[in-house]
């Protein structure tokens, strides 16, 4: 029986709580710093998520035995390289990698490197800082439109820009140089622009096995039909139609296995998730980007369909006995719906009471952003709450979660009502 600290305070950590709960493999749960809804299920520790000497206090006080980091940012920090390296926690479990295999996330150049070293299908692509800004200029030229820009370090989800016109490119290029994204920007990977659709394929690994978790979708623009600005993700839906048996074998034979044999070759030590980021070009996966984390919202539609005992699974990765454990998936669909606040992903105001918390059937609310204040759940973020259901089919989930979905109320919420509309 394990005491378990989940460190981070999404709608990805109240589903990740919500499933770990189940487990009969759970002593006590924590999160760090969660929010109004994990509170329901663990207990909540006000220390955020790179405060590393608040976190290794929690972890002492409540006798943790494992540690599961949701977000990027502790992990590309080294958090578990200040675990590694600490005599009174070292011999925690650790699930998440170091920061050096952080660095897929963290750094776009890294990330092609290794998939060019390993053969990993990605777009053509090149690094540019103000060192060889000329060969950059000379590459876009050589590119057809549209121009794909992105900031090396992390941005928070906000440093790929998409251009048509190729002197607004070359502008653009100069610009996040310049420091657009302050120090993610002083390099810039121009890509290949890819068309296609696609989808989110998660692994967890020990660094030697993988298991494959339930493929999903996320919808990543806030308006209807895929249009607008782009948000942090505005549902899910699992599993995804086109990403059938065919395709996940290409995606496991040519992305997955190579990229965890990749990391091994390469003496990366790696526990964790990898959060493959793909397009299908006409049926063959490529490589948009990795993530060393659970994607948000998918793991808000993923974690109902994960049949097995999760918290096994993370012991196998922290262990390294992921060889001796199963994945069993459920093969019915989920769906997560978000509701957001007016103005996401632009300006909004936090502070508003939710209502209708206690008339949802059938459907699991997880929320995203939100703190108790007193008796009332209010918004505390852009995305609020995630509605996630089953069903047969996706109509099925997805007319669940919307039902759910119209009892919740708060001054200015939003939602997309489309979800699917691709599939
Ligand atoms: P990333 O942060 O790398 O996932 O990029 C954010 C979004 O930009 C992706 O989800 C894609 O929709 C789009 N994108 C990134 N790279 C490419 C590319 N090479 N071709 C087409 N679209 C891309
Ligand atoms: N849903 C995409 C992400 O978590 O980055």
């Known amino acids: 029986m394990l005491n378990i600290l989940i460190v981070g305070s999404g709608g990805r950590e109240h589903a990740m709580a919500w499933k770990i709960k189940q487990s009969t493999k759970l002593n006590q749960l924590f999160i760090a710093p969660g929010n109004a809804g994990t509170s329901l299920l663990g207990t909540n520790i006000p220390?955020?998520?790179?405060?590393?000497?608040?976190?290794?206090?929690?972890?002492?006080?409540?006798?943790?035995?494992?540690?599961?980091?949701?977000?990027?940012?502790?992990l590309c920090e080294g958090l578990h390289d200040f675990f590694s390296s600490d005599e009174q926690l070292k011999a925690v479990r650790f699930v998440g990698p170091q920061k050096l295999g952080a660095q897929l996330e963290g750094s776009k150049d890294f990330a092609k490197e290794f998939m060019m070293r390993h053969q990993i299908p990605t777009a053509k692509y090149l690094a540019?800082?103000?060192?060889?800004?000329?060969?950059?200029?000379?590459?876009?030229?050589?590119?057809?439109?549209?121009?794909?820009?992105?900031a090396d370090g992390l941005a928070a989800g906000k440093g790929v820009l998409i251009i048509?016109?190729?002197?607004?490119?070359?502008?653009?290029?100069?610009?996040?140089?310049?420091?657009?994204?302050?120090?993610?920007?002083?390099?810039?990977?121009?890509?290949?622009?890819?068309?296609?659709?696609?989808?989110?394929?998660?692994?967890?690994?020990?660094?030697?096995?993988?298991?494959?978790?339930p493929v999903a979708k996320d919808y990543k623009r806030i308006g209807e039909?895929?249009?607008?600005?782009?948000?942090?993700?505005?549902?899910?839906?699992?599993?995804?139609?086109?990403?059938?048996?065919?395709?996940?074998?290409?995606?496991?034979?040519?992305?997955i296995r190579p990229t965890v044999e990749g990391l091994r070759k390469d003496d990366i030590p790696y526990n964790g998730f990898i959060f493959f980021g793909l397009i299908s070009c006409g049926g063959e996966p490529m490589v948009i980007?990795?993530?060393?984390?659970?994607?948000?919202?998918?793991?808000?539609?993923?974690?109902?369909?994960?049949?097995?005992?999760?918290?096994?699974l993370l012991i196998g990765?922290?262990?390294?006995?992921?060889?001796?454990?199963?994945?069993?998936?459920?093969?019915?669909?989920?769906?997560?719906?978000?509701?957001?606040?007016?103005?996401?992903?632009?300006?909004?105001?936090?502070?508003?009471?939710?209502?209708?918390?206690?008339?949802i059937e059938n459907s699991m609310v997880f929320h995203a952003g939100t703190t108790q204040k007193?008796?009332?759940?209010?918004?505390?973020?852009?995305?609020?709450?995630?509605?996630?259901?089953?069903?047969?089919?996706?109509?099925?989930?997805?007319?669940?979660?919307?039902?759910?979905?119209?009892?919740?109320?708060?001054?200015?919420?939003?939602?997309?009502?489309?979800?699917?509309?691709?599939?």
């Open 317 to 359: 990765a922290a262990e390294g006995t992921l060889s001796e454990k199963n994945i069993e998936i459920d093969t019915r669909t989920a769906a997560a719906v978000m509701l957001v606040s007016g103005g996401y992903p632009g300006d909004y105001v936090k502070g508003k009471a939710i209502t209708g918390l206690d008339r």
């Open 128 to 150: 540019v800082t103000s060192e060889n800004l000329l060969e950059g200029l000379a590459f876009l030229k050589t590119m057809a439109a549209p121009y794909v820009l992105k």
């Open 225 to 255: 039909g895929d249009t607008g600005l782009n948000t942090g993700g505005m549902g899910a839906i699992s599993p995804v139609p086109f990403a059938d048996e065919i395709f996940m074998k290409k995606v496991e034979d040519r992305i």
């Open 289 to 312: 980007e990795y993530n060393v984390r659970m994607g948000d919202p998918e793991t808000e539609a993923v974690m109902l369909r994960i049949k097995s005992d999760f918290v096994d």
């Open 47 to 74: 220390v955020g998520v790179s405060d590393f000497d608040g976190i290794k206090r929690a972890v002492i006080e409540n006798q943790i035995d494992l540690v599961l980091a949701g977000p990027e940012v502790p």
């Open 374 to 423: 007193g008796e009332v759940v209010c918004t505390d973020g852009g995305r609020v709450l995630a509605i996630s259901s089953y069903g047969e089919n996706m109509k099925e989930a997805l007319d669940c979660s919307y039902k759910n979905a119209q009892l919740i109320g708060f001054d200015g919420m939003y939602f997309r009502k489309d979800l699917g509309f691709d599939l």
């Open 164 to 213: 048509n016109d190729l002197l607004e490119a070359e502008d653009s290029l100069k610009e996040m140089l310049d420091g657009q994204f302050g120090s993610a920007s002083s390099k810039v990977v121009i890509e290949e622009f890819l068309s296609g659709i696609e989808c989110s394929v998660f692994a967890i690994t020990d660094g030697k096995d993988y298991r494959i978790l």
